[in-house]
């Protein structure tokens, strides 16, 4: 497991974390965020992203993108990341940082899936990255359901 930078965790504790009921369906949004600049998620949502320079470093030196997501206590959420790019390695982080799930290839291929319940509602983050230790860049999609 990688470990996850000081500098998004320290994001985590300077933001409080709201609840919100799941919805049906979201907008699509199909704007790529630029380099460290945090997005926001929805459940139903698909949205694009860039592994690039400029972006957070993790521990290994790799890019990462980070997103937040509100979720409600006792919801089952599934993250999907596929690139066709880079291996997929997905994280989510609980409102106060730690780590509650990760995955490399439980999606078709190379992608990441993650299936989890949360236990307590609140913003929670997803961290988006490459598996291998050599920095990859390139185009995404990330989704939650």
Do not use: C
């Not at 790019?85 to 997905?90: E, H, I, L, S």
């Not at 999606?107 to 230790?133: C, H, K, L, M, W």
């Amino acid at each position: 497991m990688k470990p996850f930078t000081p500098l998004a965790l320290l994001l985590v504790f300077a933001a409080p974390a709201f609840a919100q009921q799941p919805r049906p369906s979201a907008p699509a949004d199909t704007a790529v965020l630029p380099p460290q600049e945090i997005g926001t998620i929805q459940v139903g949502q698909t949205r694009p992203g860039i592994l690039e320079p400029g972006d957070y470093t993790m521990g290994d030196g790799t890019w990462a993108d980070v997103w937040y997501v509100e979720l409600a206590a006792g919801q089952r959420v599934v993250i999907d990341v596929h690139s066709d790019r880079f291996d997929a390695y997905a994280q989510l982080l609980d409102p106060w940082g730690d780590r509650l799930a990760d995955d490399d290839n439980a999606g078709p291929g190379n992608d990441s899936r993650i299936t989890f319940t949360v236990r307590t509602a609140g913003r929670f983050q997803i961290v988006v990255n490459n598996y291998d230790e050599d920095r990859r860049e390139g185009r995404y999609t990330v989704t939650v359901r």
